[in-house]
Each structure stands twice: as structure tokens, then as C-alpha cells.
């Protein structure tokens, strides 16, 4: 079937993804239960509870009865137990409903509690896993399966089990735990939501699936994720799923065909650990099973030292791939901090600041409505005189001519004055209408699967005038994440600030429900990007552990904070001891590899510094990281040639004390160093970049 070409479906459809794509992270972590109004974290002098005592703690909270709704009902009904002695067959019916109702108050009301603890419980463990603490994430996940039944729950709990095993590259238990996540039922509850979590479900299955070598299962299930209007996430995913099933049967023209037309899509809508091995087969392809630069490489790693970079982990997933992975980060890294324990505790002035900003563009009101009230009263006293005035005219009998002249025009103001809350009433029911219609557009798609193009900048903001706070608000967040794309901080923070601003109301940013932390998690980034430091650190304060990528806001904000302050030290420090495996954006990724290079690129080695210069030459990059970083680019160029020639001295001469190497391969090491070097040499001469400030 086609894909819709009238703009306005086009949006409809994107914008319904978008409604519920920022509720479902990218590995299927849900919503439900995610701090929607400005939940605090504990400040950094404060000790923090282990993440399973505190999913204990609000599990056994949120699962206790609730008596004093019980309690509430037992003394009504006693009170109204007379009615039953006078009237026994209607006093019996009364009591019995009260004493029911009362009852299935207290069930609802246990089981809203039990489901937003699980929603924070479940957030919860999905950021442990992101900080490399499998274990505790494991445990956390424990505490829920043993306090819930919910499908949706248990649902998001086996994504999250299949997470940790496809990490650890245990692909088999990987697809046990999916297939039990696809195969739970959909109840009522949250069933948009769930449809969602099933999608990044199946591409995560695909992945597991092509790994495991069962092409036939990966293809059911990519077919099966292509052939709906599925997300940019998942459609990477089963894209990167192809892949591997391309290589596998040695399939390298259809491969590389693939990788050329998608590999935009991959290398933005995949986590690190994915990217990886993208990045290791565009290497594959250019590089022959037999060349210098591969042999080199292979005999270089394990003399100096240099961990396997990922390769232990791509072995098991995509083995081919291992040798041309280059990647600095361990394959299993556990961050050395938790991220509510960094953020500082903010300063008054820096949250007035944040408070005003929002303010300042938070739309004036209508007055509209008060217009038409004023309006349809006025009209009302304008009749009700007319028809005192003139119904003699009209032949009115003579009662009614007696009574309509003892009127005066007190009654008629009177009349005009009690019209106007009515009208006010009926203008608020009509703007509720219209932010619910506003609302279900958004939802609302054609139901044609296919490729659909993304709304255009003129379409989302036009939204940002929607009626409906919600809807402004998410076009807000497509605008700025195009910003941020383009590395125009100062239009993020616009954007965001913007969207923030239409979100005043507390019912507004329960409706938002994660769209409202995505907001502040990318403000902190902005302020971080435009130098404004405090009031970063100030909006990250606002958010906490039930917001699922309360580490990465954590992680990259800080990143932006050291190093557009210039401390790249500190900054390298900070990348080894906190980025773990989160889901960084490419951008992010550049942005934390380039700092580890700069400061200590003799542990980078010349493959990992040439896909780093690779990555610069990509104009887009470049771009961004020269706004992030002014003079990260300068540190990076500098510091790497400087080691690339005490590399080449080194191979040649070989260390003090020992013969001069002569073995072929010795000499292919040489040859590879040098051409690294030439290349970087002859890259960074002619950059206009290296002019700037």
C-alpha cells in the first residue's frame, strides 16, 4: 500500500507515533509511573538507598490495603443502618451497595498505587542497566514480578531480562524472554502504550533471532515491524538485523547496498553496543580479509595493552565483526557513581531563573471567550428590552402587557449579569473540545503502513498554536531535537523552554506524562551547551530515578558542562567513570570518544583514531562537535599526531635494548602507522575549522 501523501495525514501519523514513542524507550522500557511533575532527587550530601531496598520500599507501600477507605464505608453504612430496620428491602440494597462500593474503591485505588510504583520500579531498573549494574537490575526486576500480575508489568520486566541477556550476549535466553514478552496478553490498561512495547519487542527479536543464525524467525518478525507505520528505532533495529543475516550468508554486494542506504538510520537510531558493529561492517567492506591496515591492527591491540574494545561482546552477537570493531569502551563497564549523588544541590537563584525563563513565554490567555460572554449577555439584555418595549405592538393580551410594563431595566441588567458564567461555562466546555480534538488528530492516523515522511518545521509550528498543551508540547520537543541535530543550542533551548512554558498546569504535565521530563532532561543539556551551568544543574535536579534516561540526562550534561568549560581532564575522568553502556545519541558518543582520545589517546590506538577522524569528516558532525566543543577538535588533532609519531618511531626502532623488528608484519604496522598519520596530517592542513576560535 502507498504511503499518505497530504501533509496533514503525514503529520497525524508522525505525531501519533511521537505521542506514545517518547513513553517506550528504546529497548521497551514503558511510562507507566513516570514523573510527570517535577520530581525531586535527593541532593548530593544526602546518602541514597540501594535501588532494591527502595523498590521494596514502594512495592510494599503501594501493595498494603487501603483501610481508610474500608473504614469510611463500614461507618456509613452503620450510620445508615436505621433505613435498613424501617425500610428492610431498600435498606438492605442500600447498605449492600455502599459496603460494595466502598470495597471496589479500595481494590482501584491499591491497584493505581501498585501500577505507578511499578512504572517507577520498572524506570528504575532500566537506568541500572544503563549504568552496567546488571545485578541489581536483575533484583530490582525480582521485587516486581513477586509483587504484580499485570501483563503490561511483566511485560516491560521480560524486555528489560532479554536487555541484560542480550548485553551479556546471552542471545538465547535474549529470545526466551521476548517471546514471552510478545506472547503476554493486551488488557485495557495502557493498550496503546503496550502496541508500542511489542514493536521494539519484535525488532529486539529480529536482532536476537539473525544472531542466533534462525534467518527465518528474524525475517517473520522483521516483516512483521516493517509492515506497520513502526518507529525510526525499530526499523533500525530489523535494518541492522538484515545485516547481520547479509553477512552470515556471505551476501557482501547486498550488504553493502544496505549499508549504504541505511546506514544514516543505523548509526542514529541504534545504542552504542548496535552502532559497534554497524561500524564494524562498513570497516568489513572496505577493508580486505588479507590487508596491511587489519594485520596491523590485530598484532597492535594485545602488545600495548588496549582492551578488546567491545570485540569480547560482538564475538558472541556478530562474529565476523569482532575483529574490525574499534572502540575504547570495555564490553562490560559498570558506572562508578550513581547519578542522583552528582547532581548538585541547586542554587535558589538558579531555580527563580529556570521558573522566569518559563514564564516569560507562556502565551497570553484568549480573551476571546470573556469577548463572547460579554457579547451574548449584552444580546440577552438587548432582547429581554426590546420585548418589554414593544410587545404591545405584537398584540399581547392584557395581563401580559400589565406585567411587562411594570418592568425596569434592573431586572434586564440582572439578567444580562447571571448570563455570563453560563456562557464562561459553555466557552471552557468548547476550548476542552477542541485541545480533545486537537489531541485524537494527533493520535489518529490513516492506518496505511509504510514509509511516511516526517512533518516539515512550517507543519510543527503550526501545532505549537494547538489548542491542546500537550500536542504544543511535543512539537516543541521535535523542533528542538532538530536543533540539537544541527547543534544550534541556543533554538533547543528556545524550543524547550517553549514547550515547558505550555506545560504550567499540573494536569497538563500528567497528560504530558514523559514528554514533560524529556523537556527538562534536554533544557539541562541546552543551558549546559550555552554555558549557563547552574541553572543545567538546576533542572537536572528536578528529575530523578522514575524518569527512565535519568542517567544519560545526567551523563551528557555533565559531559557538556567540562567541556565547553575546557577541562577536558576532568571530562575524560568523568566519560571513564560514567558512560557505561547508556543509549547515547551518535552525537553524544563522537562527543565522549574525542575527549578520551584528546586526553590519553595512546589508549585510543590508530584504528580507533581513524574512525574518529572519519567520523569528523562528516560535515554534520563536525559541525555539532565545533559547537559543543570549540577547541576539543584543536586538543584532538593535536594530541593524536603527536602519538601517531611516537608510534611509528617506536615500530621502527623498536623498544630500547631489542633488535630491530624485520618481519613482514612488522613492516605492514609500519606502513599502516605512517598512512594514519599522512591521512590525519593531510586532513587537518587544509580544515577551515583549525582557524577558529
Known sequence: MEAPHDPAERLHRELRRKFVAWRSAVLGVGSQGATAAEPASPPADTAVQPPQQQAAIEL???????????????????????????????????????????????????????????GRVLNSAFNLIGLGRLNDASEVLGYLEAFTQEPWALRLADIQRATIALRKGD???????????????????????????LE??????????????????????????????????????????????????GKREELRLLLSEKGTLLLEHTHPRERAIVRAFQRMLRSDKSSVYRRAEARKEKPQGEEPMLADWVAKVAPAAAEFVRSPRAADHAAAYAPAQVVARPSAEAVRANSAARKAVVPKPSRKPLLAAVGVAGAIGVIAYLAQRFLPAVGADDAFQAAGEGLDLFPIVMLMFSSIPLVMAVAGGLRWLGRR???????????????????????????????????????????????????????????????????QQPRDRQAAD??????????????????????????????????????????????????????????????????????????????????????NPE??????????????ATPAHRTWIKAAAPKLIEQFESATTADVRLRVGSIISGPPGSEAPDSAESEAAAESEAAAYEAAAHEAAPSPFAARS
Open 60 to 118: 510494599h507501600s503501594a501493595n498494603k490495603p487501603q483501610w481508610g477507605i474500608l473504614i469510611v464505608g463500614i461507618v456509613l453504612a452503620m450510620n445508615l443502618a436505621p433505613v435498613a430496620v424501617i425500610w428492610p428491602p431498600g435498606g438492605a440494597v442500600l447498605l449492600t451497595g455502599l459496603l460494595t462500593g466502598a470495597a471496589l474503591l479500595a481494590r482501584n485505588r491499591k491497584r493505581k498505587q501498585l501500577r505507578e510504583a511499578a
Open 171 to 197: 542471545m538465547a535466553p535474549a529470545e526466551q524472554h521476548l517471546t514471552s514478552a510478545i506472547s503476554r496478553p493486551m488488557d485495557a490498561y495502557a493498550r496503546e502504550n503496550a502496541l508500542y512495547q
Open 200 to 249: 521494539g519487542a519484535r525488532a529486539l527479536r529480529a536482532f536476537a533471532r539473525a544472531s542466533l543464525g534462525n534467518h527465518e524467525g528474524a525475517r517473520d518478525d522483521i516483516d512483521a515491524v516493517v509492515a506497520t507505520a513502526a518507529s525510526e528505532d525499530a526499523l533500525a533495529r530489523v535494518a541492522l538485523a538484515e545485516a547481520m543475516i547479509l553477512e552470515q550468508q
Open 437 to 503: 480534538r486537537a489531541e485524537d488528530a494527533a493520535r489518529k492516523g490513516a492506518g496505511t503502513p509504510g514509509k511516511v515522511a516526517p512533518p516539515s518545521e512550517s507543519q510543527l509550528r503550526k501545532l505549537t498554536d494547538s489548542p491542546s498543551p500537550v500536542v504544543a508540547a511535543q512539537a516543541y520537543l521535535v523542533l528542538a531535537d532538530r536543533a540539537e541535530r544541527r547543534g544550534d543550542f541556543p533554538a533547543v533551548l528556545a524550543a524547550v523552554t517553549a514547550g515547558l512554558a505550555r506545560l
Open 514 to 599: 514523559i514528554v514533560y521530563p524529556d523537556l527538562v532532561s534536554l533544557r539541562a543539556f541546552a543551558l549546559a551547551g550555552c554555558g549557563q551551568y547552574h541553572e543545567s544543574n538546576a533542572e537536572l535536579a528536578s528529575l530523578g530515578p522514575a524518569y527512565p534516561h535519568f542517567s544519560r540526562a545526567v551523563f551528557r550534561a555533565r559531559l557538556m558542562m567540562l567541556v565547553r568549560h575546557g577541562d577536558f581532564a576532568a571530562a575524560a575522568r568523568w566519560v571513564d567513570e560514567g558512560e557505561a553502556d547508556l543509549p547515547l545519541s551518535v552525537r553524544e558518543e563522537l562527543l565522549a570518544d574525542l575527549v578520551r582520545a584528546a586526553v
Open 603 to 616: 589508549q585510543a590506538g590508530a584504528g580507533e583514531i581513524q574512525r574518529l577522524k572519519d567520523e569528523l
